[in-house]
Structure formats: structure tokens, C-alpha cells
């Protein structure tokens, strides 16, 4: 299990959920989404659905987060993202980032 730890700041939160659907598993974007979160200091987890879609709740600051949503969009580069699912949710105040 991958995690870090999140850094304080004082700028507009945001929480979401991302289901993204295309061919994202068995091509590292657990792996590489877990990399960009780390990146954007994100905190949630990211975690393959049965049906081959993947599920990721992203917490953090408003910016960081769209910047995050807009990679997702794309993905890693051995894997195609078709389409991407958005939903606003209430801001958790989470502390890491895991692969479940």
C-alpha cells in the first residue's frame, strides 16, 4: 500500500469522486494516479471497480484538484480513457493518498 502525507494550507477545498471508464486496468493507472496525486498533494485513494472502470475520491485544494481531474481525463500512456464521471462531494479533510 502506497500513502503519503498531506501538508496543511488555507485555500479552498474541494472533494470529488472520479469514476473513469475506458481501458484503465492492467495498464498502471492505479500506479501512475497515485504519482499525480502526489504531485498535486492530493489526498483519497484510487481502487479498480469489478465492472473495469476506476474509482478515485480526490481531496484538496480547489486548483489542485481540477489540475488532477484534467489528468485523469488523459491518463497514463498505455491506457485510454473514454470517458470520465464527476461527483461533487463534501470536503472529508483526509491526510493521505492510497491504492487500495
Not at 479498480?48 to 481540477?66: F, K, M, R, Y
Request: aromatic residues 12%; hydrophobic residues 40%.
Amino acid at each position: 500500500m502506497y500513502e503519503f502525507k498531506k501538508m496543511n494550507n488555507n485555500i479552498k477545498n474541494k472533494h470529488v469522486k472520479i469514476i473513469v471508464l475506458g481501458r484503465v486496468q492492467g495498464v498502471g493507472f492505479r500506479y501512475q494516479t497515485y504519482q499525480e496525486a502526489l504531485n498535486y498533494n492530493i489526498c483519497g485513494f484510487v481502487k479498480n471497480n469489478v465492472d473495469g472502470t476506476v474509482l478515485i475520491e480526490a481531496e484538496g485544494d480547489e486548483i489542485s484538484v481540477n489540475m488532477f481531474i484534467e489528468w485523469c481525463k488523459q491518463g497514463p500512456s498505455f491506457s485510454r480513457v473514454d470517458n470520465i464521471k464527476i461527483i461533487e462531494l463534501p470536503f472529508e479533510n483526509l491526510n493521505k493518498f492510497i491504492i487500495k
